[in-house]
């Protein structure tokens, strides 16, 4: 073969290249690394040499690389067997059966080991669903573990559910106060039930055995492999740094960074991941981020088109589930949530966040604030503002991680400024029904206003946040263009609803842009990276319905098939 030959050609079919004019092609060539043409089947067929690899698409779409923008790659790893018990919806429909898996581990656990496991939804356990104000309690689990600690971490990864024996450990009792943005669930004694929200739950998670680094590296792998499997090529991993060292399963610590850079220096990483560092915690300060970022340095990575620190993690508020979102309307049984960063009044708390925005700003990182309820978004909005006149960087970046609430004049002010919202429609399918009950239903149905962001401008990526829901880009398109729920199908904001085109570019080129890569990932154009995923069926004109139901058939990352159906 030349070298000028492609050494893979995919051609006779739909080649959705996710352009500046949404081109559909027949055909794209790879040689080596990298695209070298797009177009029709005759031009693909008459470069191919002796040793081209040629799949014959007969019809099939190929797509670029799929980006899940915000995917706790580590974390995702780490909340499955063998680390963890799953006890999320399907795999456990009750209280009962969670506890059943928990005494089962029990059974086989040395003395006195943690039991840890995640997933669990108070919104598909039968006696929740049965009975008004149930949840649950500490006893559920005292009665098959009283003496091993459990940890349970919920599906948001926002919300933990102990044993008697965890909080025994970790001395949280009737006289224990939450940290700032914390909240301790507690009976009518004023004893702790054993569910720790936000900031809050850290003081469990703290004592729970971190994974060695081995384990890390192990289940970074095994989730790269499975993203394959679903055409994902790309991803952002929201959170590694000192101000993740106390989360679950210590799922976000430097450690992961570690174990990232181990892969990547020995050519093992098969993804592109950019890292946002976490430099202070849940309910931190300035002077943390300060610290944090001192002990950080940005640090190097082998490879940087395979991982990349770019920018810097914060947490403003909640999530709205947990009543911990920062609203301006009260939630339906009261209360507005509120900031989850140090500060004693809420005014010292804005003051706090809006320091910590600065600092991120002027060390020259990238944003991603994690904000949902609106009151909280508006004033995010404003602090990236108020960074940018002190200090102006014209090409920031900054975004909203997840805005569920996000409104009309900060999306125009986002617009503005060239900065971004990444939203979760596969969380919008999996809680519409619930939040209902939250917000009430006009709240509800504007929940991730995709449509709005749109109009006003902003360049939206839509991602998982896996482990919270499944890293399935299919669901999420499908979510985008329907607005149906997952437990009843009902419609959700119908308004809100977007163009299958629009869909794609959330999971493709935009977080291209989000990660400053767009001028060499995020479309199938010459000269750009070789990362596609080829479907097993045309995806034009597909009924929305069925978008769930395709599979992906191939996956090309770096021009070299790293997975075949």
Known sequence: MSDTSPTLVLTGGQVITVDAGFTV??????????????????????????????????????LPGINDSHLHGAAYGLSKPPFALDVGHPAVGSIAEIAAVVGEAVRTAGPGEWIVGIGWD?????????????????????????????CLTDSSQHTVWANSEALRRCGIDADTRPPAG????????GH??????????????????????DQRRQAIRHVVAGLHSRGITSYTEPGLGPGGSETVFGALSTDNWTAYADLAASGSLHARVSVLL??????????????GLAELHRPESADPRRLNAIGVKIFADGVPPNR????????????????????????????????????AHEAGYQLGVHVTGDRAIDLVVDAFLAAARELPRPDARHYVIHGDFIGARSLARLAAHGY????????????SDLMEEVV??????????????????????ASSDAPVTEPDWRQGVAGMLLRESKASGRVSGPEQRVELAEALRAYTINPARQDFAEDWKGSVEVGKVADLCVLDRPLLDLDPHDITRVEVDMTVFDGGVVFER
């Open 25 to 62: 092609a027949e055909g794209v060539a790879v040689r080596g690394r990298e695209i070298v043409a797009v177009g029709t089947d005759a031009e693909m067929r008459a470069l191919a040499g002796p040793a081209t690899r040629i799949v014959e698409l007969a019809g099939r779409t190929v």
């Open 122 to 150: 108070a919104g598909y356990l039968a006696e929740c669903l049965a009975e008004p104000g149930r949840f649950p309690h500490r006893l559920d689990l005292d009665a098959v573990a009283p003496d091993h600690p459990v």
């Open 182 to 189: 914390g909240v301790i669930d507690r009976d009518t004694d």
């Open 192 to 213: 702790p039930t054993g569910v720790l929200r936000e900031s809050a739950a850290a003081l469990l998670q703290a004592a729970v055995p971190s994974p060695t680094l």
């Open 278 to 291: 976490l430099p202070a915690p849940m309910g931190g300060s300035a002077a943390d981020m300060r610290k």
């Open 324 to 359: 911990t979102a920062w609203m301006n309307e009260p939630y339906l049984d009261g209360g507005h949530g509120s900031l989850c960063v140090h500060g004693h009044t809420p005014d010292l708390q804005v003051d706090e966040l809006f320091d910590m925005i600065r600092v």
């Open 420 to 431: 971004g919202v990444n939203m979760n429609p596969g969380i919008k399918w999996t809680v």
């Open 440 to 461: 009430g239903p006009e709240r509800s149905a504007y929940q991730w206003p995709v449509r709005s962001a749109l109009d006003a401008g902003v360049a939206v990526c």
